[in-house]
């Protein structure tokens, strides 16, 4: 889509539905909440899975969304998008089975914040994915993680079969993920080329975003976009719903309609709500204390 500039009005077909949702509950931060550190040993440490108790809430946040379209009468998810990032497509996957959507698009633009903030979360010495954990601090190169001295291209570019490619079976969700991601659906790519010490900054997130959303909007219908706390709180200002300070928790969803007549060409039909997460827990319980609504949970 033709480039549009900030705070200007979204090009979208009047009545198209935005569902816009952050994640559930990330196995990384769960086990720093105890004690340990996943990102120390892992292959890809930018790139956590859910936890069981996270699975369980991307199903709750799929019932949800449903049961709020209901409500609001709008038309059922018809289309359901998420970021290559495994913790979204586990997200969308469980939410898929409760929308009755058979197949997710992968969407590199709908993807990670690739600021400082996320690079020293995971790529510096004694980082345990505490977002912006080296931030401001000077490394050697040879001290930063290979994966971040690469472009972000090849982080976030990856095709659907690429990614079904390196999927291991003992991964949550694996096989209803092979069912469901679309190995036809061929996202835009991302074109900025980020790695450790040449960060993506707010204006370049935010072009791609609104790339996504005006795409998205010229389609009609009902389209659900699954992606993290950065860009979902992103999402909502450039939509006119400022949040301030307030927080984009696990499993937020908001809601918003294309309307000519709402000053950013959407209005809003809800705010970000995830009361539906509060108290799910995996089968047979335990965990870490999760973010219910309210929680001042950001990043990630």
Known sequence: SPERLPNS?????????????????????????????????????????LTERGVAQAAATGAAVAAHLKRLGLPAVDRLLCSPLLRTVQTATA????????KIGMEPRAGECLCEGFYSSWA?????STWGFGEGRQYKLEEVHPLAQCDSTQL????????????????LLAEEIRQVLDTEYH?????????????EDTEKRMERLRSLLDDQGMLGGTVMIVSHGGPTLNICEELG??????????????????????????RVAL?????HVEGVEA???????????????VKG
């Open 9 to 49: 009005k979204a090009m979208a077909t009047p009545g198209t539905v935005l569902v816009v949702a952050r994640h559930a509950e990330r196995l990384d931060y769960s086990i720093r909440h105890a004690g340990g550190n996943w990102v120390a040993d892992a292959k890809e440490p930018y790139n956590t899975p």
């Open 95 to 102: 939410a898929a089975r409760e929308l009755g959507i058979s």
């Open 124 to 128: 510096v010495p004694g980082a345990d």
């Open 156 to 171: 976030m570019n990856i095709t659907a079969q690429q990614f079904l490619d390196k999927l291991t079976p003992d991964t």
């Open 187 to 199: 996202g835009v790519p991302q074109t900025g080329a980020y790695k450790w010490g040449s960060f």
């Open 241 to 266: 719903l400022e949040l301030g300070e307030d927080p984009v928790p696990y499993c937020a969803v908001c809601i918003f309609v294309a309307d000519p007549a709402a000053p950013r060409g959407w």
């Open 271 to 275: 705010t970000p709500d995830n009361a």
């Open 283 to 297: 089968p047979g319980g335990g965990g870490a204390p999760v973010a219910g609504a309210g929680a001042r949970i």
